[in-house]
Structure formats: C-alpha cells, structure tokens
C-alpha cells in the first residue's frame, strides 16, 4: 500500500546551517506530496506541496522538489533560523492521506 | 469561521467514560478527516468523509470508536469506555484539492 518513510530525529542545527530531511514514498498512480509543520503548541499547517514528477515547492525558505525516478521528497533550506524549530511531517495523497513519522528539529542561536 | 475548530481543546477521563470530540470544518469543505496522532509519531488516518457519507472507517481501532457527520458539516468522533491507550491527541482535517487543513486537536488524557 501507500506509505511514506522519513529520516528519523530528532535533528539540532546552529542557526545558519543547512537542512535536509529525507522522504521517500511508496505510491501506486501519481500522488501528489506534502510537508507539514507543526510548531510547538500548534496544529499542523501545510508548508509546501508538489503534485506531479519535477514539480519543485516552495515556502518560507523551504524546497522539495518531486523526483519520481527516486520516488523522494526531501526538504532543504539552505539557512536555517531558531524560528524554524518545529517537527515536519511528509505526506502523501493516494486513495488516501498518508503521514511519515515526522523529523523534529531544533536550531540552537 | 477561518479555520477547523476542534473542541474540547483538552479531555480528561476516567478508564471507562465516554468521551465526545467535536469539529468544525471550514465551511464549504466537502471532506473531513480524523486522524489520531500519539506522543512522537505522525498523524495516523482513522476515518474520511464526504459530506454525510463516511466512505472509510477503516482506521478506527475498535468498535469503541464511532464517528459521524450528519449534516454534512459538524462532525463528532465518540469513544465509548475509553482505555488508556486510547490517549493521544485527536486531529480533524477538512480538505479542498487535496490539501489538507487541521485544527488545533483534541488532547484525551485516560487516567
């Protein structure tokens, strides 16, 4: 079935430090990819999102871009701030919503 | 209002209550989601509606989970004799084109 498998946790960066969170999916048809955020105390909010192969999305800094040949979505940030510190969440769209295990990462001033 | 309304906000119970969870969609969202998310794991799908018709419940853990939307709109998730594997933080999603907006979450803390 449809599933997603994220780099586990938790990360801790210094400000200014590059980021990458792993994603890789497993999907029959052509799913549409998600990152989710969820910041301390708050609901999970979309942050980007991709819905066919090359496809790049893009927020606050944030990139993933949708690469069937490797069925990955992994998210990059090339300066990462303590305001960034929060835990993301790959998902995808099949017959269903389906969530990765999600990645908390923590930048430290 | 602007986004998903879930309430309460936070649910003690006693092993064995029943306990109600309330959530209010986005106004003109056709689906709704409940999902169940433990401590440090990801959202974990329980049951999807469209408008009034619950077309999955395939993730409800046991016949103690019952979910229902009646008018299309407002939807309650019910847990009858609650246990306390059963505490964990209770999403509601509703959806436009694929993109899913949650609310804030139900916290069910079973004593």
């Known amino acids: 079935g449809d599933s997603v498998t994220q780099m586990e946790g938790p990360v801790t960066l210094s400000e200014e430090a590059c980021l990458t969170i792993n994603c890789t999916y497993t999907a029959t048809g052509y799913p549409s990819l998600f990152w989710y955020v969820q910041y301390p105390g708050e609901g999970l909010q979309l942050l980007l999102k991709?819905?066919?192969?090359?496809d790049k999305g893009s927020n606050k800094g944030f990139e993933a871009t949708y690469r069937k040949e490797t069925t990955s979505f992994h998210l990059e940030k090339g300066s990462v701030q303590v305001s960034d510190s929060a835990v993301y969440f790959c998902?995808?769209?099949?017959?269903?919503?389906?969530f990765g295990t999600g990645t908390s990462l923590t930048v430290i001033p | 209002g602007a986004g998903v309304s879930q309430s309460p906000r936070y649910k003690v119970a006693k092993r064995g209550q029943d306990v109600a969870l309330r959530c209010d969609p986005i106004?003109?969202?056709?689906?709704l989601f409940w999902y169940q998310q433990a401590l440090g794991q990801g959202p974990e799908f329980l049951t999807y509606?469209?408008?009034?018709?619950?077309?999955?419940k395939s993730g409800l853990p046991s016949d103690r989970f019952f979910a229902e939307r009646p008018e299309g709109s407002v939807s309650t998730l019910k847990i009858q004799r609650t246990q306390q594997e059963d505490s964990a933080v209770y999403l509601c999603?509703?959806?436009?084109?694929?993109?899913?907006?949650f609310g804030e979450g139900s916290r069910l803390t079973v004593l």
């Open positions: 999603a509703s959806s436009l084109e694929r993109e899913l907006f």
């Open positions: 991709a819905t066919k192969a090359d």
């Open positions: 509606f469209q408008n009034e018709a619950q077309l999955d």
């Open positions: 998902a995808l769209t099949g017959n269903q919503f389906y």
């Open positions: 106004s003109g969202h056709v689906s």
